[in-house]
Structure formats: C-alpha cells, structure tokens
C-alpha cells in the first residue's frame, strides 16, 4: 500500500512524499508567475532516482503529477526487491562491474545498452574481437595524429603521384594556410561547425571576406586533404562532409583600374615589385603564374614571355607579347636568368599590392591588373581570339566578359604608360610613335 506523509490531503503543503516500502517521490510545487492571459500558473515537479541519477518531470496538473509518482514509486519499490533477493555472489558481481565501468562515465544501465546493441551486431562472444579489428583499421581511435605531420604525408603523396608544379603550389598555399592558423592540433580536433567556421571567416590580407569561388577553392584543398586521411585510416570521419559548400554566382562585368590609376601605382610600388606588378598590367598574367615566372622565361631578343606548361593554370605552354612599354617597364629590373620575377609568395605579393594601393590612394581591385590587360588587349587589337590565347582563356569567356569594356582610344593610353624618362619624376602616357 502507498503511505503519504502527515496530512493525507496534503492541507497544500509541499513537497508531497510518496513511498513504497524504502522508495520514495516527492512532488515539489513552483509558481511561475503570470501566463499571457495574466493567470498564474503553477508547476508540478516529479522528483525520483533512476540509473544512479536524478530524474524530473513536469506537470501542470497535480492530478498528473500524483499519478506519475505512484507509478514511479511502484517501480523503484519493485526494483528494491529485485536488489534485496540478490545473492552474495551477485551484488560482489554488481559491485565490482560500477567500479570497473566508473571511469568510463557511463552507468550500469548504459553498460548493459551497449553490450546488448553490439552483441545484436556481432554476438556476444565477439564483442571484443570485432572492436580490436576496428581499433587496428581506425588508429585515429587509439592514438592522436598531428595535423601538420599529416598535411606532410599529403603533400608528398601528391608530389608522388606525379600532380602538376600549379596543383602542387595550390594544395601547398591553401593546406599550408590551415595549419598554420591552427597550430599543435591534432587531426581529431576538427569538427564540421569548426571547419565551417573557418571557411565563412576567410579574410584577404587587407581584413576583406574573400570571394565564395575563393572559399569553394579551399574547401576542395581541405576535402581532398582529409579524405586521404580518412581512407588511411588517421581519421574516422572526413570533417567536410558536412560543411556547406558555396555556390558561386555570376559577378557581372569585371572591374579594371584606369589608365591614370595604372600610372599611380607603378609610381608607388616599391623595386621589388615592380617588375610583376608591370607584367601583370600589361602581360595580364595571373598571379600565381607571376609568382613562378622567372627572368629566363622572358625573351628581349624575341619579345615574348614564355610560360610553360607547369607555370600555367591551363598546364599548356603560352606566349605572351612583351609590348614596349613592358619593355620599358622590365629592362632596368633585368636579373639573372634563375632568379624569379617575384622573390617571394603568392600571398607576399598580393600583400605587397594591396600595400601599394594604399600608399598610391587607389582602390584595390581583386586581380584587377589581369583584367585591365584583358580589357585593354580586346579593345586595342579588336581580335577576341587572339586576346585569348595570350591571356591563356578560351575565346568564348573572353567574348563574354571583356569585350565592349574599354574603348580603343583608352586602350593606347593604357598601354602607352611609360617609366619616367632621364630628369622627369613621374611617369607620363607617351603618343605611339
């Protein structure tokens, strides 16, 4: 029979203790105030143990609340029993199985979960067999992996595999910019919501988002990467997986800097970059193609820049004229024919451009020196193709994006901006002679 404490109605005090032998519920009240409507409504709590911890459940009605209790405390007072008629042999054995799984922090109940889900998977005589294969094929589960040491391992199997010098940099590049801002952690670390969230929080070097293509670009390199991690078994699970991929959209016509603009900041940049910043104004190479150029690939004699297929983003050899304001431009700079046009990285150069468009007062345009030679290329020679083939494009893109942006009269000013002549200080827009 279920006894409840002094005051069989409870004369509304609480909390209500119901028992059943040595197991008890109590029944707590709480006002919350005021509903929308302004009434107030109360809260009825059912407070009992279950699995070693403590359990709530709420009701509105007391009625409810009653009811919930009694069949709680039924239960426990059964459960008691069921521990009381234990034998010695028994509760040792319930004894030492809580002190074993203790510091796994799961109780006995989750215990027995586990091993009556797995025994349905394997039997139960092989639970433990199954788990050393699967311990032997995911090592990620039993020890920690370094990421840096892991984008090591990818990279060199990359290069193993015979991926091109262009592939090769990418991976490098955009790899190397993970694990650099996140230093000493370990493949295991990264989450989905992680990773994305480092994606949605990309920025230039100048502090700006960087473009959705961009992000797309580097949540492909970080795919790749930890995939073959995953089927090497470093990790479980590939992290990307779950992460958003951008969806890239049409930007319109693309921006380009003005014949003024140009002169600006050839006037501003430092010696170092000048000589790039001149070729990929008026050569309109990209910026990683710059950044593997170096002084041997550009020909005086013949009047080309030769590009190899591993220095370009479409792997086939191309031809670029070196006009003669490039010329101009790129002679004074003249070095030996190993050293590279650009010294250092691809992201040192696009810092070191933004840095000079700060320093001339001009907008910074992202790859807007390629686009002005694009531009100005289709409107000075009016040949599609031609601008194509020297921009390393195919003729329809270029038909698509840049033809009709500047006019003719533009086009030989911007490519008539020349260095300064012996005695003048700044640059001048000489007539074509």
């Known amino acids: 029979m279920i006894k409840k404490d002094a005051g069989g109605n409870h004369g509304g005090k609480f909390p209500i203790t119901v028992r059943s032998g040595s197991a008890a519920v109590k029944i707590y009240r709480v006002r919350n105030g005021k509903a929308r409507n302004g009434e107030e409504y109360t809260v009825y709590t059912v407070a009992f143990s279950a699995g070693g911890k403590r359990q709530l459940r709420k009701f509105s009605d007391l009625k409810a609340a009653k009811s919930e209790a009694q069949r709680r405390v039924i239960a426990l007072g059964n459960s008691d029993g069921m521990v009381a008629a234990l034998s010695s042999a028994d509760a040792a054995d319930l004894v030492c199985l809580k002190e074993k799984i203790g510091p796994l922090g799961i109780t006995l109940q989750g215990a027995a979960d586990i091993i009556c889900e797995a025994s349905k ?96 670009n580097f949540a492909t390199v970080l795919s790749g990467f930890f995939e073959f991690c995953r089927t090497r078994g470093l990790i479980i699970e590939n992290p990307l997986r779950d992460v958003q991929r951008e969806t890239v959209t049409g930007k319109g016509d693309p921006e380009f800097y003005t014949p003024e603009e140009t002169a600006k900041l050839l006037a501003a940049a430092p010696a170092k970059l000048l000589p790039s910043l001149a070729i990929a104004f008026f050569a309109g190479l990209r910026t990683a193609e710059l950044c593997r150029t170096t002084w041997g690939d550009i020909d005086f004699q013949q009047g080309h820049i030769s590009l190899g297929a591993d220095k370009t983003k479409t792997a086939t050899r191309r031809l670029v004229p070196i006009l003669p304001n490039l010329r101009e431009w790129l002679l004074p700079h003249r070095g030996d024919v190993t050293a590279p046009v650009w010294p250092e990285t691809n992201f040192g150069y696009i810092r070191a451009v933004t840095e000079t468009c700060t320093a001339a007062g001009v907008r910074r345009i992202e790859n807007g020196a390629r686009h002005s030679a694009v531009s100005y290329r289709v409107a000075a020679t009016g040949d599609v193709a031609r601008a194509a083939l020297e921009a390393g494009n195919s003729p329809q893109m270029i038909f698509k994006h840049y033809r009709g942006l500047a006019t003719q009269e533009t086009a030989e000013k911007f490519f008539n901006v020349r260095p300064p002549a012996a005695g003048q200080a700044v640059i001048t827009f000489q007539a074509t002679q």
């Not at 998977?121 to 020890?143: F, K, M, N, T, Y």
């Not at 650099?180 to 700006?208: C, K, V, Y």
């Open 121 to 216: 998977l394997v039997g139960a005589h092989d639970i433990v067999q199954a788990c050393r294969a699967w311990s032997v094929r995911h090592p990620a589960a039993r020890e920690k992996q370094s990421l840096t040491a892991a984008a090591d391992k990818f990279c060199e199997a990359k290069a193993a595999q015979g991926r091109s010098a262009r592939h090769l940099g990418d991976i490098t590049s955009r790899l190397g910019r993970f694990v650099h801002e996140h230093p000493g952690r370990n493949l295991g670390d990264f989450t989905s919501p992680m990773i994305q969230s480092w994606l949605d929080g990309l920025r230039g070097t100048a502090g700006d988002p960087l473009s959705a293509q961009t992000r797309r």
